[in-house]
Structure formats: structure tokens, C-alpha cells
Nanobody, 116 residues
């Protein structure tokens, strides 16, 4: 059974910061690449940042330089440090394995709201 528990979202003013956490089951975390995704109302789910088991990272252009993804392999947890948040960053954020096509099963996500 897939277990993904995201936390850390909230309401923040533009320019502020949040740190998201995601605890994943071993069956998910054992996959090589983990990622953060987000979905805003009326939009498709999009990937935001990915990280390999070695710690190599990649970011969507829209968040590059502002977001930092990290992982703790001992805790089966990944993190997303989000700085200089913009209203367009508002969305429900999810973590999951980075696969194509997207995974079938997802956690409940964590809501990020950015006020202008």
C-alpha cells in the first residue's frame, strides 16, 4: 500500500518561505528518483523538483533558484524548501516517485496559499 504523507503547507505572504516535508513508505522511497509536484485549481499536476538517491537535483524553470529539494534516506523523507514565494506558487503540493506516466496513487497533499 502506497503511503505518502505531505505536511508543512500554509498561508504565507508573497516573498515568504515554507518548508514542506513528505514521509514516504519504503516501497515508494526505494525508487531512485523522488519528486515534488503541484496542482493549482483548473491546471494539470506538474512536477516542481526531483532528487535522485545520490542527491542530484533538477527543478522546473518556474522555481529554479527559489526552491530546494532534499532527502533523508534514513527517514524515507523528502523536503522542499520554498523561498521567495509568489502568488503563482499557490497550489496543492504532492510528493511521489518521479515516473512517466505519473504514478497512480497519491497522498492527500498539502495546501500552499500565497497572498499578494
Amino acid at each position: 500500500q502506497v503511503q505518502l504523507v505531505e505536511s508543512g503547507g500554509g498561508l504565507v505572504q508573497a516573498g515568504g518561505s515554507l518548508r514542506l516535508s513528505c514521509a514516504a513508505s519504503g516501497s515508494i522511497f526505494s525508487r531512485n528518483v523522488m519528486g515534488w509536484y503541484r496542482q493549482a485549481p483548473g491546471k494539470q499536476r506538474e512536477w516542481v523538483a526531483i532528487i535522485t538517491s545520490r542527491g542530484d537535483t533538477n527543478y522546473a524553470d518556474s522555481v529554479k533558484g527559489r526552491f530546494t529539494i532534499s532527502r533523508d534516506n534514513a527517514k524515507n523523507t523528502i523536503y522542499l524548501q520554498m523561498n521567495v514565494l509568489k502568488p503563482e506558487d499557490a497550489a496543492v503540493y504532492y510528493c511521489n516517485a518521479y515516473t512517466t506516466p505519473l504514478p497512480r496513487d497519491w497522498g492527500q497533499g498539502t495546501q500552499v496559499t500565497v497572498s499578494s
